[in-house]
């Protein structure tokens, strides 16, 4: 018996990828601002579409979508899998999280908000991204998230915020 955990143990190890757990993979939106917020997940496989190609669709598949997120929710989320196989549904192995007001959405629809690219930001995440602490994403985009690639860049939106919450009090 005592040899046996030792040598669980080690295939444990060796069978793990290290940051990318096959398994339940969930991506996490946390709310900070005082907005309601809408999300579109370009997957590549389910939107239709990934990076480079940054041209919103006309026509949207409901599994890319969530609406009216006040605090945290998922984003994407699949039970058998991990992230590794996400990102391999991509391009160039980059998966962007489009975030929008959902006011904007409730005032000009879907297809309108897509057809004038009317997001507040956009998360362009990769392979580095989703090794712990930084699976879950959050808006507006937290220090940690720094070095994420978005547009606007990380300075532009947190300005953004800034003057949004600014405008509401």
């Keep these: 018996m005592k040899t046996f955990i030792p ?3 080690i295939a444990l190890l060796f069978s793990t990828n290290g940051c990318m757990e096959p398994g339940d993979v969930e991506i996490y939106l946390i709310n900070h601002s005082n907005i309601k917020l809408a999300v579109f997940v370009a997957d590549g496989l389910n939107s239709g579409f990934s990076y480079p190609d940054t041209t919103l669709p006309a026509s949207l598949n409901a599994f890319c979508i969530r609406q009216n997120i006040v605090d945290t929710c998922v984003i994407w989320g699949s039970t058998c899998g991990t992230y590794e196989r996400l990102l391999s ?3 160039k192995g980059i998966l962007s ?3 929008f ?3 904007t959405i409730n005032k000009y629809g879907w297809t309108g908000t897509f057809l004038n690219d009317q997001y507040i930001v956009r998360y362009d995440l990769s392979a580095d991204y989703f ?3 930084l699976v879950d994403i959050s808006f507006p985009p937290s220090e940690k998230m720094i070095n ?3 547009w606007p860049p990380y300075e532009t939106v947190l300005k953004e915020c800034a003057e949004r919450e ?3 009090r």
């Design 148 to 150: 994420v690639r978005m």
């Design 89 to 91: 549904t991509t391009q």
């Design 166 to 168: 600014a405008e509401s």
């Design 7 to 9: 040598v669980f143990l």
């Design 131 to 133: 090794c712990p602490p």
């Design 97 to 99: 999280v489009y975030i």
């Design 101 to 103: 007001n959902q006011d």
